[in-house]
């Protein structure tokens, strides 16, 4: 049994603009050293799948400057390995250059890729899915099921309110999808919710995606589960584990707080040896806390010279935290420069970001202070 | 494949290390950790890399194993060239080729290897030392010399000079005299085991040696003072930076002690990035009731306690109530609960049982304790003290388990 795996950088970016307007979610920074491409990245390599493609549409630089030629994730190789494939766009196209908007427009802009795809298996995958979770246990149970699509789910209650944000996947005792549908007006409740990661027999994928040519289909789940799931052998896989995606800025804010607060939840996604997390090696010098620093809590990476106080904060690399600063349940990404004497209280600055002396920033948990990338406050 | 290059490198990974005890049993001398997450030929690789040397042959003979593993193809450090790249020279059995005799005779032995390239000039390094140095300006010194070998040489106070190959040199920095370790020193100019040769030199002096049934096949000891007498033009290359030979426990210990401090005196922190063979591993966390005083931690670690001027290597565990002062933690060491560490070097994948305590404080007359030394994988029992300067192997551990029972 063999996979090829297929990941879409662009899909949800547009809950979280804060992050993603200099750079596609794939590339969004998360728990101070990873980009949040890491996780369904390492996902499919601990899975034993080395043929990835990432699907993007723009704002790739930071992706394919983290990605690089794949190395530090083991996908450089001769067969396979991982392919960025940005928009097909051609100056004789007659204007009719498009990008896609939905799941099903994507892969139907990749199709000549996926064409050329001669494993067995395809598993998407979107970037924000955050999990440690064994997908070769899904494809085994796919295959052994003889299923024509495995969408992953997790049970959720879901509110009045978050009822949009998730594709509702309704299933009978068999684990056969019966339904699936987003912002219905279906009761809330107890429901599985689609984690947005599936497995496709290849098989299925081609017909489903000249289908989806022929006849305009938009939607996977309206057009492809709800249209065949009569006739074809679409189930669920549910996963137990932990499972975040990003959905909001706030919503991104306290998922990284709750990973850091949660060791059992630290040690689920990052303490197992055989499935570790992969990201990009930087090479940055070890951290350096010098006389005087007080450090409680937190989540550092590597690079950082820190001489103040620093409690239930993530410190991306090469933070410096200036003598007498105050960093609280904040988190900065790589290079922020928090001066001498600064105060931060649920704050989250982007890259370069520099604090000067003396500032007091504060922000709560329903509203965190957002630097920009690059400010000198 | 070949092509021709300007010059190419000639690392000598060899040596035994025999001064660093139980840290070099397993391993050689240049795979010896340093710094939280480098390894001693780190940094002479690094250097080759910005130096714009992209042909380093690595000699190995001495416990080669884990150090093959580390060099690999030279990805780490961007060596995995199709033109050039690192290459790992192991000695070989052939009509006449045998164990490296010596640093000369490790050199002759590869020179087919040298050959490829068909280099201008050739850079021997040792894979010994803690430095940052740029080969390429060296290069551009000994070519404006016109010089048939250079050698850097570095200051030392006059009372150190007697411990180190000396180079006397007139006020344009020709060699006239070269004295290994002086009882009477005439200058401060010692070698620090770095040399370029013009290629052609090299291996006609090699040649040379190699027929000599008297010589030890040296560079040191051999080849430089014959070249000296025959009168070649050879030149010292000044170099003003930080350089450490870390051939010995205390050495070892103090250049790890070297990167701390308010401004530390060896600064890792630049664009002159030290390479080296990192695994992705989670970053580091510091618990609750942690403080950290002066420290280098890097990743993976847990810390749950005291760390006081300390250097720890990645995935080191700490837990609450253990202490740790002045002390080098390598890679994957647990410290368990109300241990006491201070003064002591702790390599790879030890466990310290809980109120075990290792080494001993610096005592009311301000003179610092000997560094005690924990070999790799070993569990040191719950309660066990560790005298200052003691050196445990897993022999010793088990003998001294015996005798306390």
Known sequence: MSAAGIIFSNLHEAHITELTKVRTMAAVPFMARYRLVDFPLSNMINSGITNVSVITHYNYHSLMNHIGSGKDWDLARRNGGIQILPPFITAYANNSNSLYSTRLEALCSINHSISNIKDDFIVLCDCDCICNIDIKEILEEHEEKKADLTVVVQKKNVTDEERAKFTIIEADADGHITDAFTNSGMTSGEKHVSLNIMVITRQFMSNMLADTMAHSYKSFTYDIIGRYKGSRNFRIHEFNGHYSAVDSFVGYFNQSMKILRTESIREEIFGNKNRPIFTRIRNSVPTRYKTGCIVRNSFIADGCIIEGTVENSILARNVKIGKNAVVRNSILFRNTTVGEYAELDYVLSDKNATIRDGRHLSGCDALPYFIDKGMNL | ?405
């Open chain 2, 1 to 405: 494949m070949y092509k021709k290059k300007e010059c190419i490198a000639m690392l000598l990974a060899g040596g035994q290390g025999s001064r660093l005890y139980t840290l070099t049993e397993k391993s050689a001398k240049p795979a010896v950790p340093f710094g939280g997450k480098y390894r001693i030929i780190d940094f002479p690789l690094s250097n080759c890399v910005h130096s714009g040397i992209d042909v380093v042959g690595v000699l190995t003979q001495y416990r080669p194993l884990e150090l093959n593993e580390y060099i690999g193809n030279g990805q780490p450090w961007g060596l995995d060239l199709m033109y050039g790249g690192a290459m790992v020279l192991p000695p070989y059995q052939g009509k006449t080729a045998d164990w490296y005799k010596g640093t000369a005779n490790a050199i002759y032995q590869n020179l087919h290897f040298i050959d490829r390239y068909d280099p201008d000039y050739v850079v021997i390094l040792s894979g010994d030392h803690i430095y940052k140095m740029d080969y390429s300006a060296m290069l551009k010194e000994h070519i404006k010399n016109d010089a048939v070998c250079s050698i850097a040489v570095i200051n030392v106070s006059l009372q150190e000079a007697s411990r180190f190959g000396i180079m006397n040199t007139d006020e344009n920095n020709r060699i006239l005299e070269f004295e290994e370790k002086p009882k009477h020193p005439k200058s401060t100019k010692a070698s620090m085991g770095i040399y370029i040769f013009n290629t052609d030199k090299l291996k006609s002096y090699l040649i040379a040696d190699e027929a000599d049934e008297n010589s030890s096949k040296d560079f040191g000891k051999n080849i430089i003072p014959t070249m000296l007498n025959a009168g070649e033009r050879m030149f010292a290359y000044q170099f003003d930076g930080y350089w450490r030979d870390v051939g010995t426990i205390d050495s070892l210990w103090e250049a790890n002690m070297d990167l701390l401090g308010e401004v530390p005196e060896f600064n890792l922190d630049s664009d002159w990035t030290i390479y080296s063979r990192n695994y992705t591993l989670p970053p580091q966390f510091i618990g609750e009731s942690a403080v950290i005083d002066n420290s280098i931690i890097t990743e993976n670690c847990h810390i749950e306690s005291r760390i006081e001027n300390s250097v720890l290597f990645s995935s080191v565990t700490v837990e609450p109530g253990a202490l740790i002062r002045n002390s080098i933690l390598m890679s994957g060491v647990t410290v368990r609960a109300g241990a006491k560490v201070d003064y002591a070097i702790i390599d790879h994948d030890t466990v310290i049982g809980a109120g075990a305590e290792i080494g001993q404080e610096k005592g009311a007359d301000g003179k610092r304790p000997a560094i005690a030394v924990i070999g790799s994988d070993l569990n040191v029992p719950p309660g066990m003290k560790i005298g200052a300067g003691e050196m445990i192997n897993e022999a010793s551990l088990e003998a001294k388990f015996k005798t306390v029972g």
